[in-house]
Every structure is written in structure tokens, then in C-alpha cells.
T-cell receptor, first 117, second 112 residues
């Protein structure tokens, strides 16, 4: 079946502009995660959605970052007033069930490469 | 806080060599441990996992054993192939916290 998809695959934006990144999780997966992969910081957790529960936003680096998940499926990560340090690959992942054991496999999308000029 | 430390790369080996990539962790709870792999031009994919002490995860000839006493989860393969060239990430999740905490990644290059 279809995996996690993300769009766009590449985004170049000017400093100060807002950007929206989209993630389509695997159908039926109730948990959705955003991560960021950058040269300086490695792979970092940003935010996590599980069903109708309040999202875990503990990884968002500043209030310029926000995310929403509509209808328990598609998610959008928004970065306002982009800065050069926001340049990174933004990865989305989904998992079937997010149980307390934490052992459910997360399936990753191909990522969106964001470049802020 | 929770963290993962991997041996620094890059690592370059010849085909059929033995591979070890070291990984140690610090966790406040009882973690599940993972190795993810990122092949050139592809997304992250799970290679193997272990959810409790002394469990051995294995896949594609790779193995890693969950060692609670040494807080380690070293990745091994007896005979590497050129197709194993990739970046390998060790990661954990802690019970009650769903996010993956990743190590810094180790770039592996296998020469024919």
C-alpha cells in the first residue's frame, strides 16, 4: 500500500516568508510525528499527534512553528517568518498505534527539504 | 534527559569485512531500542528493534542485542556488502513518551 507522502519535496523560500509543509500518513495510522534533520542538530523530534488527544508540542523550537492535523489524517507544519537556521529536511512519520510500550514502528516519509535564503 | 550516543563516522570498510557500530543510551525509563537506516536518496526505514533487556533484534544479516547492564545496543554484521552503504541511526523511545530520540548517525561506506 501507499507509504507516508510529503509535499513539496523541495521548498526554497526567502527569509521572513511563511511556509507550509504537508504530510499524508499511511491510511489507518492514528499517530503522526514531525521530525527535523539538519547538519548541525541531527534528527530532532518536533511534534506528535495521537488520535484526538492534545498534541505533544515539546520539540517545537520556537513559537514560529506550529502544526495541525485535520480529521485525524493529513497534517500541515507551518513555519512563520522563516529564518536561515530553519533550513533542514522536515520528516513526517506515522505509526499504527501509539501504545505505552513505545515499540510501534514509525514509518517515515521522504521528507521536505527546506532552504531559506 | 534521554539521549543516544553513536560512534562517530564516517566508517569505511571493504566488502565482506565485519561491522560494529557502537551505540549507548541514557534513559529515565525503560526504553525500546531501534536501528534505523537511510540509504542514499531514500527515506529513513526501520532496520531492527528490541523492546526489553537481552532481546536481540535482527534483519538483513544485521544484529543488535539490548544490554541493560551496559546501556548499549551495538549494531553488528558479519560480512558487509556494498549495498549496505548508508547512514545508520540508533534511537530509543521511552515508555509513555512516543517520540524517537536519535543518535547523531554513522555514515558507512563499503568499498568493493
Amino acid at each position: 500500500g501507499a507509504g507516508v507522502s510529503q509535499s513539496p519535496s523541495n521548498k526554497v523560500t526567502e527569509k521572513g516568508k511563511d511556509v507550509e509543509l504537508r504530510c499524508d500518513p499511511i491510511s489507518g495510522h492514528t499517530a503522526l510525528y514531525w521530525y527535523r534533520q539538519s547538519l548541525g542538530q541531527g534528527l530532532e523530534f518536533l511534534i506528535y499527534f495521537q488520535g484526538n488527544s492534545a498534541p505533544d508540542k515539546s520539540g517545537l523550537p520556537s513559537d514560529r512553528f506550529s502544526a495541525e492535523r485535520t480529521g485525524g489524517s493529513v497534517s500541515t507544519l507551518t513555519i512563520q517568518r522563516t529564518q536561515q537556521e530553519d533550513s533542514a529536511v522536515y520528516l513526517c512519520a506515522s505509526s499504527l498505534v501509539s501504545g505505552t510500550s513505545g515499540s510501534y514502528e514509525q514509518y517515515f516519509g521522504p521528507g521536505t527539504r527546506l532552504t531559506v535564503t | 534527559g534521554d539521549s543516544v550516543t553513536q560512534m562517530e563516522g564516517p566508517v569505511t570498510l571493504s566488502e565482506e569485512a565485519f561491522l560494529t557500530i557502537n551505540c549507548t543510551y541514557t534513559a529515565t525509563g525503560y526504553p525500546s531500542l531501534f536501528w534505523y537506516v537511510q540509504y542514499p536518496g531514500e527515506g529513513l526505514q526501520l532496520l531492527l528493534k528490541a523492546t526489553k533487556a537481552d532481546d536481540k533484534g535482527s534483519n538483513k544479516g544485521f544484529e543488535a542485542t539490548y544490554r541493560k547492564e551496559t546501556t548499549s545496543f551495538h549494531l553488528e554484521k558479519g560480512s558487509v556488502q556494498v549495498s549496505d552503504s548508508a547512514v545508520y541511526f540508533c534511537a530509543l523511545t521511552v515508555q509513555g513518551a512516543q517520540k524517537l530520540v536519535f543518535g547523531q548517525g554513522t555514515r558507512l561506506t563499503i568499498n568493493p
